[in-house]
Each structure stands twice: as C-alpha cells, then as structure tokens.
C-alpha cells in the first residue's frame, strides 16, 4: 500500500483511504466528462482526458482545470481508474487495447444510457436479447464496469455536492458485478460530495436506466432505494427502438 497523503490504493483494492491523489483517465469529454474532470481535478486527483476529435479540442478544458489532454489509447496508461462516458453507439469504435498500461486493479466507471430514438438507434442485443446497457459496454470493451451517474444532471455534480451527512445530500446508484471495484467507486463518489445506495450486480442495472423511477432523481438515500425497488424491468416504448 501506497502511504502519501489520504488515498492508499492495494492491487486488489481492498484498501481504500480518502484523500490520496488517484490517476485518473476520462474517455469523452461531454457533460458528464468534462464537470467528472472538473470535479476531480479540484479534489486533487491526476486526471487525463481524451475524447473522439483529438487533444486540440480539449485545449480549453485542459486550461481551466490542470487536467492532460491525450489522445484516447493513452487515457488508461497507469489509471487506476477511467471513466468511459461516450454516446452508447460508439462503444464499438473505442480503440483496442484501450485500457492497455493500466495500474492493477483498474476500475472501469460506465455513465451510459441507450437512447434509440434520440441518437443510438437500435442495438439488437440491448432490444433483443435483453442485455442491459452496461453488460452489453462490458461485451464490448473487454472489462467489468461499474455504472454509476448515468441519470445525473451534468451540473449537479457542479454544484449539489455536499459533505457527508449535510441535510438534502443527493445519493446516486451504483452497481457492478465487481464487490471491490464497487467499493472503490462508492468512495470516490462520497469524496465527490454524494451519498451512494448499492443497485447490485450489472444484470440488475437496468433499475437505473432511462425512465425509470430513479433516473435523473435528485434525492437521498431512503428515496433512491425505494425507486430502485419500485422499477419495471420492462422497456418503455419511447426507450425502444
């Protein structure tokens, strides 16, 4: 274990302290990527950032908050975690050997949502086969993620956070297959300011998709527990193809 100041981090993450600063690989840059990159800079962590048009694009954001602009293949070399925040229809044309370089224990975060009808069209396997939209990312990229944020306002993770135990604190769900990695992402999201309620495994990640109840909810703890209970696994038809 690691011992600079806060964070200490073990290759099979059992361990994990606030405060040390983490390496951090960002993979788009929208909304959600760039307030992620913003807010994790602050908090003191190493972060690169890469999207789809090139280092050039991210000129700006790098400025503002500290963070290395990079090219995409080279956003994972020595994380130990990457946020992959990319529109669902361009999973697939993520570079192989994307997270090629990364620390041990790499923890992989997804922020993706399905949209058929506004911008992804339509995914067989998700339409289909009834995977959720994380295992089919899973599939697709090669590594176990943890979903988590994807029914957040952008700007929410501007300006709702607060401590730990503050009056109106705002709690996400996360959910992931990986107990350890898991941990580590409720941590990190408790340093971002937000409270965290397990959604379980990735099969059952569908409890935080797209219309459902808990999507894009701004409350705590109690009330996105009982949202997530509350969930159809049925597909609205608007969230269909």
Known sequence: MRSRRGWAWTTDRTA????FPMKIGIIGAGNIGGNLTRRLTALGHEVSVAN????????ALAEETGAAAVPATEAAKGAQVVVVTVPLK???DLPKGLFDGAADGLVVIDTGNYYPKERDGRIDAIEDDGLTESRW????IGHQVVKVFNGTYAQDLLDRSLPAGAPGRMAVPVASDDEAAKRVVRALV?????DTVDAGGIDDSWRQQ???PVYGLRAGVEAVTRALAEASPERPAAHRA
């Not at 408790?190 to 937000?194: A, R, S, T, V, Y």
């Open 16 to 19: 994990l302290v606030k405060g």
């Open 52 to 59: 789809s048009r090139g280092p050039e694009s991210l000129r």
């Open 90 to 92: 361009n999973v697939p």
């Open 137 to 140: 990312t899973e599939q697709h």
């Open 190 to 194: 408790d340093d971002l300011g937000f």
């Open 210 to 212: 797209p219309a459902t």
